[in-house]
């Protein structure tokens, strides 16, 4: 059986042209014979095809491709080939050229006819353009070819004011409005804006647009540090920590002889009166009263002379055969030992001495042998007195026997000691006449 290709038309479609002249073939099914004729049919339908392509076309049938426009008396006009048909029917737009260098494309030359910077685009200023003193260039992003087109105001001539404030860091760049050119002064910022914050009139002309930089603070945002606190009347005032909180006695040293009043802690203060209690270290004990030596008295803060004091030597009555000491009235002492020194009248004196003229000296103050003692023989002076002549010779019998005579001689010619003679009347041993007599002795007490 033969079979011819328009035969089958459910299994043989053609699409030419309107796609690029692409023909699409579906042959998957048929059987080897139809599929033979069917690819013989598919080369003679690309060789029409390829004739076609390279046959003259009327310009008056031909479309232009995007960016291109119809040329003048292109109705009269055969172009070379359909390939070739947009360029000898048409004329390419500026929308298809790209700009070369110190050129800008410019949007509105789009449509219009023309393939040159000079037509389809704008002349750029550069960074190297020449302006006039006090100007500077605009850079490449502007379009144009003159001063007036290329150079615009330095910020350096601009005035800053209404609470812009000169920046000098702008001065030599391009600039006429206070945004580029000048500073925002803090009289811009709305500092009441932000809850707990108002305008610091001081600050006005300072460059900022900060909380920080432009405002004061209200107290009551702040957060005083340990042992401080604010006071409620401070809330609504503005200030810093330093102004705002106040110290609390809790974060008071108080000096030396002074303790913390506890009940005071929470209090505010930053002062001794304020927070601290006195000790007994302090007082000044009264009357028979001395100050204390003892720690615990000393530490206590209950100032009366029963806490603080002792009682004084002063109030001490000595005992005995003791007598007061002297230089320690105001101190503190209840006992002999303490307010009191030791009479002779206490003291034993060695083998071979006595006690001084006990008449004399019992209530001497001492409590050595030097001061209490004197060699045993002196007693032979009890109740005597001194005689005021040269010797005892010249004295009468009813006073010879209560006179003695003392004499200054050198021993070992070192020092000068003066010893005693009694005076004694001989009449018992034949001689009618008073005498030195004994042996002479040093070291004893006489009375003048």
Avoid at 189 to 201: D, H, K, L
Avoid at 257 to 266: D, F, I, R
Avoid at 435 to 441: A, F, I
């Amino acid at each position: 059986v033969q079979l011819r290709v328009s035969d089958c038309p459910s299994v043989y479609f053609k699409m030419k042209r309107a796609a690029a002249g692409l023909v699409f073939l579906f042959t998957a099914f048929l059987p080897a014979p139809l599929t033979a004729a069917v690819a013989l049919s598919v080369k003679e339908e690309q060789a029409g095809l390829r004739g076609e392509a390279s046959a003259p076309v009327k310009c008056a049938a031909h479309q232009c491709g995007v960016g291109w426009h119809p040329k003048v008396g292109h109705l009269d006009i055969t172009a070379r080939s359909k390939s070739t048909a947009d360029s000898d029917c048409c004329e390419a737009t500026c929308g298809l050229w790209t700009c070369g260098p110190n050129y800008m494309s410019n949007p509105a030359y789009s449509d219009n006819v023309g393939a040159s910077d000079q037509v389809c685009c704008d002349r750029t200023c550069m960074d190297d353009f020449q302006c006039p003193v006090n100007t500077t260039t605009r850079g490449p992003e502007a379009r144009g070819a003159f001063v007036e087109e290329c150079c615009g105001p330095i910020c350096g001539v601009f005035a800053c004011t209404d609470g812009w404030v000169d920046n000098t860091k702008t001065h030599n760049m391009l600039g006429e409005t206070p945004e580029t050119c000048c500073s925002a002064s803090c009289t811009l910022f709305n500092c009441s804006a932000t809850p707990g914050y108002v305008t610091n009139e001081a600050g006005l002309n300072v460059v900022g647009d900060d909380v920080a930089t432009c405002c004061n603070t209200m107290c009551y945002l702040l957060t005083c540090p340990t042992n401080f606190r604010m006071p409620e009347e401070m809330n609504e005032t503005v200030g810093d920590v330093e102004t705002c909180c106040q110290r609390l006695c809790s974060g008071y040293t108080c000096p030396a002889l002074y303790v913390a009043n506890t009940g005071k802690s929470a209090d505010f203060g930053n002062s001794t009166s304020e927070c601290c209690l006195p000790t007994c270290a302090t007082y000044s004990c009264s009357g028979d009263w001395a100050n204390s030596t003892s720690a615990s008295k000393l530490a206590s803060t209950n100032l009366t002379d029963e806490t603080c004091c002792e009682a004084s030597c002063q109030a001490y009555s000595c005992s005995a055969d003791w007598l007061p000491k002297e230089g320690v009235f105001a101190d503190a002492g209840n006992s002999d030992a303490v307010c009191c020194d030791e009479t002779c009248a206490l003291h034993t004196c060695p083998t071979s001495y006595r006690k001084r003229n006990e008449t004399i000296f019992n209530s001497t103050r001492g409590n050595t042998d030097a001061v209490c003692c004197e060699p045993a023989g002196c007693s032979i002076y009890d109740n005597r007195t001194s005689t005021e002549v040269a010797g005892c010779n010249s004295l009468a019998e009813d006073v010879c026997n209560a006179q003695f005579k003392l004499y200054t001689v050198a021993v070992d010619n070192t020092t000068n000691n003066t010893y005693s003679v009694a005076c004694e009347w001989w009449g018992s041993k034949g001689l009618p006449v008073c005498r030195n007599t004994g042996t002479p002795l040093i070291g004893c007490m006489v009375s003048m």
